[in-house]
């Protein structure tokens, strides 16, 4: 199944930690690009995140990041080191004391001191386990949506393939009275200068001139490149660039028509095909 490079996903999960949430955004890009930004608690996680990304997705430029809200009373919470601050009081009581000087000093002042307030410390491995589950879930999400995506985009590609060989047949039918008009038309133009031309070479001319204006191999090549789309969208393996290269490929097929045409109705169902496969260029812009 094709897959779209541009989704969305967003996980939250909320424990004794506190609130978990994942975003992960992406885009299309010719090469697998992640942006990753993470919290300070787990900037650890970075290498980990990406190794994550590079297994599940190919190619697209990937916003991913990480915010982390502390439950009350786990990281970020303060404690008092009271212990600390018994023997830091009981140590200004003795100095002043020697000195003559008695002093009690304002609880604000206490708290300015190093080593009064004490920062708990997380659980950072239960913190990374859930950051991670929930990075696993974030990328099943994603995934997901680029499957659905992707499915849409490859329905279009399927009806505009269809439209593509319907144009191809019609030309093909109207082909043979375009080329016999011109032959028409060429004759008639140079019957009063038949006394005076080689009829042999007369008719050479007319025959080559028509060889240029036909136009089967150019149909045949848009016709197999069509069979290519259709049988690259069977496959399983990123497929983008392969559909890329093939619009690059039909583009050039229904310039050459256009070029080729003598007849107004072949000219309009050149331009017709150059529209659809300008319309499937740029869906396929945004497949993996």
């Not at 913190?127 to 994603?142: G, K, P, Q, V, Y």
Request: aromatic residues 4%; glycine residues 4%.
């Amino acid at each position: 199944m094709i897959k779209s490079m541009t989704a969305f996903a967003r996980e939250s999960r909320t424990g004794d930690f506190g609130e978990l949430t994942w975003e992960i955004r992406t885009v299309n890009h010719r090469y697998l690009e992640p942006h990753i930004r993470l919290p300070e608690e787990l900037r650890s996680l970075d290498v980990a995140v990406r190794a994550r990304l590079g297994a599940s997705l190919q190619r697209g430029k990937v916003d991913c990041s990480l915010r982390y809200a502390p439950a009350s009373g786990a990281v970020g919470a303060l404690r008092i080191n009271v212990p600390f601050v018994e023997q830091l009081l009981k140590a200004g009581h003795e100095v002043g004391s020697m000195i003559g000087r008695g002093a009690e000093p304002s609880p604000f002042e206490v708290l300015r001191w190093p080593g009064v307030i004490q920062e708990q410390e997380a659980d950072l491995d239960s913190l990374t386990s859930a950051a991670m589950e929930l990075l696993d879930e974030a990328i099943a999400t994603l995934l997901d949506t680029r499957e659905r995506e992707g499915a849409r985009l490859e329905q279009m590609l399927r009806d505009r393939c269809e439209r593509l060989e319907e144009s191809v047949k019609r030309v093909r039918v109207q082909m043979p009275e375009v080329l016999a008009s011109v032959r028409r038309r060429l004759a008639e133009r140079l019957s009063e200068l038949r006394a005076e031309l080689d009829p042999i070479r007369l008719e050479q001319e007319i025959s080559l001139l028509a060889a240029k204006l036909d136009v089967d191999e150019e149909m045949d090549r848009l016709e197999a490149h069509v069979a290519e789309v259709r049988d690259v969208l069977t496959r399983k393996e990123p497929v983008g660039r392969r559909l890329d290269f093939l619009m690059q490929e039909l583009n050039r097929e229904a310039n050459t028509l256009g070029s080729k045409s003598a007849d107004v109705a072949v000219t309009r169902e050149a331009v017709e095909m150059k529209v659809l496969i300008e319309q499937m260029r740029e869906q396929v812009q945004n497949l993996e």
